[in-house]
Antibody, heavy 130, light 110 residues
């Protein structure tokens, strides 16, 4: 079945780095954009980043720009986010999510922001604390 | 950019209908037909319920419907059931490769 499994969360001190992974299965990973979304304890959802199906385009939310890097390895069906210069306010459950995009009649991918995220992982917890 | 504005809570009795609003600006909700809605039960991952303002993914009951007027989008849940009790979040494209979520609404089935 279609599945996303995050890993790599943990407790880290402010200013340090952490890399999260998201293993995909049950769908053609290389054909879809992918997102990271986070949720601070007791708070709402916050979009973190998106990467195109081929990894050529990457965009970030304002709060992580310059500190986080999204990437993917389509040969391994795995999505990553490298988180540097972590802050206490980065403490959250981090979810990876599959973009609900599609290919139009011309073969162009349509999505990233327009059609939502239709498959989510269970999340991995990142705690930034001294 | 600020999060989209949702009421913190909403409620209804079984069988009734309830509508949750999501208010943005002309730069996000009002500027694009790209509103999505997610349902999240406690301790669980979000689930896509509506995309493209009013489209339902396969498997989502037709009791869930979406609409938009100006800068405000709405999610309506008809024929409320106990399992609909959850947090609901809207999202919208905000231009310049940015995506915004709402603050979330806790739906209580009385």
């Amino acid at each position: 079945q279609v599945q996303l499994v995050e890993s790599g969360g943990g407790v880290v001190q402010p200013g340090r780095s952490l890399r999260l992974s998201c293993a995909a299965s049950g769908f053609t990973f290389s054909s879809y954009g992918m997102h990271w979304v986070r949720q601070a304890p007791g708070k709402g959802l916050e979009w973190v980043a998106v990467i195109s199906y081929d990894g050529s385009n990457k965009y970030y939310g304002d709060s992580v720009t310059g500190r986080f890097t999204i990437s993917r390895d389509n040969s391994k069906n795995t999505l990553y986010v490298q988180m540097n210069s972590l802050r206490v306010e980065d403490t959250a459950v981090y979810y990876c999510a599959k973009d609900n995009g599609y290919y139009d009649s011309s073969g162009h991918y349509r999505g990233y922001y327009y059609y939502g995220m239709d498959v989510w992982g269970q999340g991995t917890t990142v705690t930034v604390s001294s | 950019q600020s999060a989209l504005t949702q009421p913190p809570s909403a409620s209804g009795s079984p069988g009734q209908s309830v509508t949750i609003s999501c208010t943005g600006t002309s730069s996000d909700v009002g500027g694009y037909n790209s509103v999505s809605w997610y349902q999240q039960h406690p301790g669980k991952a979000p689930k896509l319920m509506i995309y493209d303002v009013n489209k339902r993914p396969s498997g989502v009951p037709d009791r869930f419907s979406g609409s938009k007027s100006g800068n405000t989008a709405s999610l309506t849940v008809s024929g409320l059931q106990a399992e609909d009790e959850a947090d609901y979040y809207c999202s919208s494209y905000a231009g310049s490769n940015n995506l915004l979520f709402g603050g979330g609404t806790k739906l209580t089935v009385l």
